[in-house]
């Protein structure tokens, strides 16, 4: 297929939950005819359902998958299941108004709820021979599950769009009943294959059936990676994120809506700094795709349609500025060790055991005899760390700490003495600075504070770095 000219369009979970006042607004609003088309949407799951199929993002309350996973025959996952089908037909009743779109969305629900059933079921069946083991195959599971929320927001979606008029095309990615094996880029390609962009607007599933495995390398990210590769695959002019909030210079509830601003413009190495300190623009494999593709990405705010939002491309700053303050929860996990001065492979056990653990690094420093994690990870996980490290050197001596890191990030912070004007104005603040770290890379300058300072810490940050006049500080003044 010969793509023309056209955007390829992420709407998130939350965002989807308002999907009708969507429709009206970012979709459809002033658009008529073909003006409306030359786009791509790939849509998430609706807000919540992917929580209840997997396990909550934030509270790690067991969803489907950690039922059927730690199953102990009372079958608590089936109750589950069903929570998952009251869920979606309550999602698809308040976005749809007529009785036979309702009906259409109730037989696919009820199709992908029982087929997923069966599946599971099955599954369990054989694995109780001993030839078969269920670990081995929970991975599937979860892409299986994964796959259900997504394709059911992309069809009612499809749904309620048609009956507004527009020509949308309901493309499943998520493999169901499909016995072809394929790579991500053959499952875009099959799918995307007989569009016509010039009078059809797709409505794709953010998850993609293929041979890589999403969820085994990106996890929950895995949405923002198949909409990443659909811009790439089609050479789209541009890739659009819309969110539910703007990308700004700081949480508006810390600093104050009157201070806070638009970033307007910035680039990759900045969103892979905001990745790094848990605040994703997009997730960073997604945006590595989008930038070895040349395909520039806006995010935006998608309940104000007529706003640009922030371009994100590959362009260096003009003027040397901070453009972001974001703080994140962290441990530091030190090893301190008299005779660690010339001896090797010191730091090598300690990332090898940060990595047997699944614990990731924000940022280190080290110096002669003691090497500094700091880390985004339980307790819990830290204290197994700390105790394969333990058994490693028994002459050293091994603590973690929990603190916050505030960082202040900019696409060009070269004379700005972000480091120095921080460290004065929490002085005057009284702010306590545990630890501060920049690199000659000059992109972000790190304060490691007390968690109980961190909002404190940034709001006094970004008044320091940031002016309140809601303009970019190119001053290189204290």
Not at 281 to 297: D, E, F, G, Y
Request: with cysteine; charged share 25%; hydrophobic share 40%.
């Amino acid at each position: 297929m010969n793509f023309p000219d056209h955007t390829v369009e992420k709407i998130g979970g939350t965002s989807m939950s308002r999907i009708r006042e969507l429709r009206d607004t970012l979709i459809i609003g002033g658009r008529t005819g073909s003006s409306l088309y030359h786009r791509i949407f790939v849509v998430s799951a609706f807000g919540g359902i992917t929580n209840l199929l997997l396990e909550h993002k934030k509270t790690g309350e067991p969803g489907v998958y950690a039922l059927f996973a730690n199953d102990d025959n009372d079958h608590g996952w089936l109750d589950a299941l069903t929570r998952v089908g009251e869920a979606m037909s309550e999602a698809h009743n308040g976005a749809l108004d007529n009785p036979a779109d309702r009906a259409r969305a109730e037989e696919f629900v009820r199709d992908r709820i029982e087929g997923a059933r069966s599946c599971l079921f099955d599954l369990q069946r054989l694995c109780s021979y001993g030839h078969f083991r269920l670990s081995s195959q929970m991975m599937l599971v979860r892409e299986l599950l994964s796959g259900l929320g997504e394709a059911h927001s992309a069809f009612v979606t499809s749904l309620m769009l048609q009956r507004a008029g527009v020509n949308a095309r309901f493309v499943d990615l998520s493999g169901w009943r499909d016995e072809r094996e394929c790579s991500l880029e053959g499952r875009i390609a099959t799918g995307l294959r007989d569009l016509d962009l010039a009078s059809e607007m797709p409505i794709v599933t953010g998850y993609a059936q293929c041979n890589e495995g999403l969820m085994r390398e990106y996890d929950r990210g895995y949405s923002e990676v198949t909409f990443s590769s659909i811009a790439s695959y089609t050479k789209a002019k541009e890739a659009i994120i819309h969110k539910e909030f703007h990308l700004s210079s700081a949480d508006p509830a810390l600093v104050g809506t009157d201070a806070v601003r638009k970033l307007g413009h910035t680039n990759y190495d900045v969103a892979d700094q905001l990745s790094n300190m848990g605040m994703e623009a997009i997730h960073p494999n997604a945006a590595k795709i989008l930038r070895q593709s040349n395909v520039a990405l806006r995010v935006t705010n998608a309940f104000e349609p007529s706003d640009p939002g922030t371009l994100i491309d590959s362009q260096p700053a003009r003027t040397p500025a901070v453009e972001i303050v974001t703080s994140i929860d962290a441990v530091a996990l030190e090893l301190f060790e008299q005779d660690m001065v010339g001896v090797k492979g010191y730091d090598a056990t300690v990332l090898e055991a940060l990595r047997r653990h699944k614990v990731r690094i924000i940022s280190k420093s080290s110096n002669a005899n003691t090497i500094t994690h700091y880390v985004e990870a339980s307790l819990k996980a830290v204290r197994r760390v700390t105790n394969d490290l333990e058994r490693a050197y028994p002459s050293a001596q091994v603590s973690a700490r929990a603190l916050s890191i505030v960082s202040a990030i900019g696409r060009d912070l070269s004379g700005v003495r972000a480091l120095g004007r921080g460290l004065a104005a929490f002085e005057r603040a009284g702010v306590e600075v545990i630890a501060a770290h920049q690199t000659p890379r000059n992109v972000d300058v790190q304060f490691a504070v007390p968690r109980a300072s961190a909002e404190t810490a940034v709001a006094v940050l970004h008044a320091a770095l940031l002016p309140a006049t809601g303009q970019i500080q190119t001053s290189k003044a204290a």
